[in-house]
């Protein structure tokens, strides 16, 4: 080979060594040419100790403690078999180990927010079945998101799913229910008057009283340990162009959650007080067991990812609305947390390990304060 030859070949490979790490580097830079950005390790989440996931499949949602706090009740589209998937939720019990799944509902039309009674023997519930025997119809995809208000009712059966007792018979939406702890009062949420109001009604469906007044969303309430106050979601739109079209959705059955704020108001309905002001969907709140300070999810701290969605993060913040703090970091999708009834564990849904899109499973936590 001629030696000028070489020469030139050398340097023109070290042009192209120089040329391919400019570009490699160029790409780390500006990640937008490079594809989707890894993803993120798992980033420490100290309140957080020997995290297990209880559910591998599905989607599965509002799990909440039996009294004795060894079981669970939860939402879920994944039958005991492990293998049937459904297209809308039904209600199940397992182990806090996830073992001896079981449902309770009638496996009937479309059911929601499952609660135990105390003394761990019934299960509280929402379902259409009585409507349709089929999952309700899922709404078009809109540029925001909406919930459904299906012509829901309360019932309550026994641990084994028979002895179906219906709570609730007013047409339209029956649902969101939940039990003060002492189990004497039932919250619920309620469009039996025109709006999407609280309610409260004894444990056999008697004396129903109206807690909430403000035009808009009430909902997903819960009482405190005490069984003195309740906590809960809300949107009381102000202009009269939000007034309105929250009432015409309202008249479609349809509700848009993008804005909701965390609210605490005595259990008669008295001394409502407004907790988070961050303009965000602040949803699923619960007290913790000091009944001083409230977790719920947010997706206020935390930007919309590459795909322009945004996230949802536990969050815990003092009743007066101050000192709030981000719980968890990890996941798309972290939500509806529960404090067990000793206050050692918590539980919640989130799509943290998710294999398929739109999954969501039940995860259970030690507490550490």
């Not at 040329?19 to 040419?33: D, G, H, M, Y």
């Not at 028979?162 to 047409?171: C, E, H, I």
């Not at 602040?282 to 007290?287: D, I, V």
Request: aromatic share 12%.
């Amino acid at each position: 080979m001629h030696p000028t030859f070489s020469i030139q070949l050398f340097k023109a490979s070290i042009r192209l060594v120089l040329l391919l790490s400019l570009l490699a580097s160029f790409l780390v830079w500006n990640p937008a040419w490079a594809g989707d950005p890894p993803k993120k390790g798992n980033q420490p989440e100290p309140h957080l100790a020997n995290i297990r996931q209880l559910t591998f499949s599905g989607k599965n949602a509002e799990a909440y403690f039996s009294p004795d706090g060894y079981k669970l009740v939860y939402q879920s589209t994944l039958e005991p078999d492990g293998k049937t998937l459904r297209s809308c939720y039904q209600i199940y019990t397992m182990n806090l180990d996830g073992s001896s799944v079981r449902r309770v509902s009638t496996g009937l039309g479309g059911t929601t927010c499952g609660y135990f009674f105390p003394g761990n023997r019934r299960i509280l519930y929402s379902s259409t079945h009585l409507t349709n025997s089929y999952c309700p119809p899922q709404l078009p995809r809109t540029e925001h998101y909406r919930w459904a208000l299906d012509n829901y009712d309360i019932f309550s059966a026994n641990v084994a799913g028979t002895d179906l007792q219906r709570l609730t018979s007013a047409p339209g939406y029956d649902a969101e229910a939940t039990i003060s702890p002492n189990g004497r009062t039932i919250v619920f949420t309620s469009t039996r008057d025109g709006d999407l109001d609280l309610y409260s009604m004894d444990i056999d469906g008697t004396d129903i009283r109206r807690l909430t007044e403000e035009v808009g969303y009430d909902g997903g309430a819960f009482f405190s340990p005490d069984n003195k106050r309740i906590v809960y979601r809300a949107h009381h739109p102000k202009a009269e162009a939000e007034v309105k079209a929250y009432r015409e959705l309202l008249a479609q059955n349809q509700v848009e959650p993008s804005n909701l704020e965390i609210f605490i108001m005595n259990a008669d309905g008295s001394n409502k007080t407004q907790v988070t002001h961050n303009g965000r969907s602040n949803f699923a709140p619960f007290f913790l067991p000091d009944g001083k300070r409230i977790i719920y999810s947010s997706n206020v701290s935390t930007p919309p990812d590459h795909q322009g969605r945004p996230s949802f993060h536990l969050h815990v913040i003092n009743e007066d609305g101050t000192h709030p703090e981000q719980i968890t970091f990890n996941g798309h999708f972290n939500s509806f947390p529960m404090f067990s009834p000793d206050g050692k564990q918590v539980v919640w849904s989130s799509d943290r390990n998710a294999v398929n899109p739109k999954e969501f499973n039940i995860f259970l936590a030690d507490w550490v304060p």
